[in-house]
């Protein structure tokens, strides 16, 4: 046991699994999602909510898991990049990614495909311009972005086609 | 970095959460969506021994069209929530418009309304155009109630009439008159808009009565009385060609200086380019890129 520091216990749901922790209130998300539960796809950056690399999805909804305390995922829905796919059955976004070469470092990665995870959930077939609005929070050093939105804009088309 | 440490209250109703800020005073902040608090406490800029999440407080919640064609907005409604509600898309497409386009969308999903205006970082999208349309906050404290304009409730950079008793409620914005106008145009190449102007148009006269508040200059929005004078009652064309010939000296003296985002001269330059590109869209003209 720890001592005296005030801790919370929290209840929430990772990546579809009933999960419970106990931290301190100035805990950070991204913090307890790589250290306690050891996933450490997301990423930290900027450390001040504008890169998108820690991005997660909280009840579908993408968040700067670098800005956010812990304690406000309780009750809550969170889905890491651990969540989506697996190694031999890719998640349809992580393909498109692969397919049209979207990523170089990779440090973006897991965070901009939970964006799109997030955009394709409320706008199944978004335009071009809304693509490159939704993921304006996300950057990438490497890629130039080109290459994300054309794989964003094919599962657009697809989802669209059916 | 991680904040200093602090204890964390979640009062689930707002007599609670009063109770708690009478309690604690300046050692407590509200917290809500955390996208500047939590930061500026990473940052080690702002210490509290005391976080109030009011999140879960039912009565800050809500959009509400009002009976004057207005909209009562909860203070905990986020940029996300203010930019898809069909309320709001209804009563206030501008103000929609603005929300769907404030900094990037983790920070619509997690940021508030009521926290945006309460924490008045002047580089900000929501205060010039909630001015123009004559907003007004609802603050609560144990004693009661008061409400006051937009305009009086912000006092400059980081600071407005909220004691550190109150809570921000609601905020009211009141029905426009029939065929009124409005819009928002922003410009920045950071997450912040470097500049924005308001821009509301009442019928009046063969043309519009106009109200103008340039955003992000300074420590609140600034009225722009000279161009709102010069163009009153005009007929569209002719108020466009007064904006273009008057703004220069309408933003000659507005208080500004140089930050981040640009000089005091840049951004008084940007006033005059998107004073128009406002006034246009307002008016529903195709928007020519000045
Ligand atoms: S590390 Fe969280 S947004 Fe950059
Ligand atoms: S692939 Fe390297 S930062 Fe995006």
Redesign the pocket.
């Known amino acids: 046991m720890k001592t005296g520091i005030p801790t919370l216990d929290i209840a929430f749901v990772l990546n579809g699994v009933r999960v419970s922790a106990t931290v301190e209130p100035r805990e950070l998300l991204i913090d307890v999602l790589r250290e306690k539960f050891e996933l450490s796809g997301t990423k930290r950056s900027c450390d001040i909510g504008v890169c998108g690399?820690c991005t997660v999805l909280i009840d579908g909804l993408p968040a700067s898991s670098c800005s956010m305390i812990a304690a406000d995922v309780d009750g809550r829905e969170v889905l890491t990049i651990e969540g989506l796919g697996t190694p031999q059955g890719l998640d349809p976004i992580q393909q498109a990614f692969v397919a049209h070469g979207a990523?170089?470092?990779?440090?973006?990665?897991p965070g901009?495909v939970l964006a799109v995870k997030g955009l394709l959930a409320l706008n199944a077939s978004p335009t071009e311009d809304e693509i490159r609005h939704f993921l304006r929070g996300n950057?990438?050093?490497?890629?130039g972005y080109v290459k994300?939105i054309e794989a964003v804009v094919d599962l657009a088309q697809r989802k669209h086609l059916g | 970095m991680l904040p200093a440490r602090f204890e964390l209250h979640r009062p689930d109703s707002l007599a609670t959460a009063l109770a708690l800020l009478d309690e604690y005073g300046e050692d407590a902040s509200p917290y809500a969506g955390g996208t500047e608090l939590l930061i500026a406490m990473k940052a080690r800029v702002v210490r509290f021994a005391h976080i109030i999440d009011i999140k879960r407080i039912a009565e800050l919640r809500g959009i509400v069209a009002r009976d004057d064609g207005g909209l009562s907005i909860g203070a905990l409604c986020s940029h996300h929530e203010l930019a898809n509600d069909p309320i709001v898309r209804k009563h206030a497409p501008a103000y929609a418009r603005l929300s769907a386009n404030i900094a990037n969308i983790r920070v619509r999903v997690a940021g508030t309304l009521g926290g945006n205006l309460c924490f008045a970082e002047p580089h900000a999208d929501p205060p010039a155009l909630l001015c123009a349309l004559g907003a007004e906050v609802c603050l609560a404290g144990s004693r009661g109630m008061r409400k006051l304009p937009l305009q009086d409730f912000i006092l400059g950079e980081l600071s407005t009439v909220r004691t550190d008793q109150e809570l921000l409620v609601r905020i009211e914005v009141p029905g426009q008159p029939e065929g009124a106008r409005a819009a928002y145009r922003a410009f920045g190449h950071l997450e912040r808009p470097a500049a924005g102007v308001a821009a509301v148009a009442k019928p009046e006269g063969k043309g519009y009565a106009w109200r103008f508040f340039a955003g992000s200059m300074c420590g609140r929005p600034t009225a722009l009385t000279l161009l709102e004078d010069a163009m009153a009652g005009q007929p569209p064309a002719e108020a466009l060609e007064s904006l273009e010939r008057t703004a220069q000296a309408a933003v000659e003296h507005i208080e500004t200086y140089d930050d981040l985002r640009g000089s005091a001269d840049y951004k008084r330059h940007l006033v005059t380019v998107l004073a128009l590109r406002s006034a246009r869209a307002a008016l529903g003209l195709e928007e020519r890129v000045a």
């Open positions: 690399a990523l170089q470092c990779g440090f973006c990665t901009m950057l990438c050093r490497c890629t994300i």
